[in-house]
């Protein structure tokens, strides 16, 4: 019997506080109930207060299947409240001193990351020491040919040029917004430097396989030491753009790991985070048509 091949999201998690809808927070949350959606492993690794919203928290995510490794620790459990525009674009003011700033490096997380097939992380756990440092443990002890995604998700102050340099070298796939790869060329003083030759400059330096810039509904490129793909964005009427992001790396992830190629996989992945745009929430149940366009492969 072949084993599922797991994809973990790695960082902080919260309760997200819509108008009229709770749900869990944060990109490793996400991630992992897309990548669940797919037939394989969805995890999450992170940490909750020991208080009735951590509980409730992690009850939530066993009743959507998202496998969870989370630790209790001695700060609360966030909520988060969320604001969306006009244009449907998602607002948060994340606070300090959460729970997910004290992720512990467990014997339990030690062994996930060794036979971990996949991973996303970003920037913003790395506010704080203890989740950094499990971070880099997690990546260090995973197979030196498993995808490791940058996702890099800026959010207000919480990052710095230290903790992208030692990010990009820990990871081998950057996944950035266009507005990122613009605070990226300023944090590296290249602010006068095309685009393009940024990401094929930064692919050179930090020896990434590959770099994937998304822009909304102008579309998503990929970079990599040979090609350039780039594709237009579906066009939907948007709800909201909670976890779109999110959805894309995860299906990027599953693409890849079903033995897709990057051209397949970047097509579908920005089908189904369009498809995520058109509906109210971070983790929509996704049409069978995606679902099914993908066979996972089992470990060997």
Not at 159 to 179: F, P, Q, V, W
């Amino acid at each position: 019997m072949e084993l599922m091949k797991t994809i973990a999201g790695i960082g902080e998690i919260y309760w997200d506080l819509y108008p009229e809808l709770k749900t869990p927070g944060g990109a490793p949350a996400h991630l992992a109930f897309h990548a669940a959606q797919f037939g394989f492993d969805g995890c999450v690794v992170s940490a909750v207060g020991n208080d009735a919203d951590g509980k409730a928290l992690t009850d939530c995510l066993t009743r959507k299947r998202i496998r969870h490794e989370i630790a209790l620790a001695d700060c609360p459990t966030d909520a988060v409240q969320v604001t969306i525009d006009e244009d449907g674009d998602t607002h948060r003011e994340i606070p300090e001193n959460a729970a997910w700033d004290y992720i512990p490096t467990t014997a339990r997380i030690e062994n996930l990351a060794r036979s971990c097939d996949a991973v996303c992380f970003g920037s913003l756990a790395q506010r704080s020491e203890t989740s950094r440092a499990t971070i880099y443990r997690f990546l260090e002890l995973m197979p030196d040919d498993a995808p490791k995604i940058f996702d890099i998700n800026l959010r207000q102050h919480f990052y710095s040029r230290e903790i992208i340099h030692e990010s990009l070298l820990r990871c081998n796939i950057l996944k950035a917004t266009g507005d990122e790869m613009n605070v990226l060329s300023n944090l590296f003083k290249r602010a006068e430097t095309p685009p393009d030759e940024i990401c094929l400059q930064l692919l050179e330096d930090y020896k990434l396989q590959m770099i994937i810039e998304t822009k909304g509904e102008d579309g998503s490129s990929i970079y990599t030491e040979e090609e350039r793909l780039w594709i237009y964005a579906p066009r939907v009427q948007v709800a909201d753009t909670a976890g779109a992001g999110d959805s894309f790396t995860a299906t990027f992830l599953a693409a890849l790991l079903s033995g897709e190629s990057a051209r397949n996989a970047h097509r579908l992945a920005s089908n189904v985070s369009a498809y995520v745009c058109s509906q109210h929430g971070a983790m929509p149940e996704l049409p069978q048509a995606f679902v099914e366009s993908l066979k996972p492969r089992g470990k060997q």
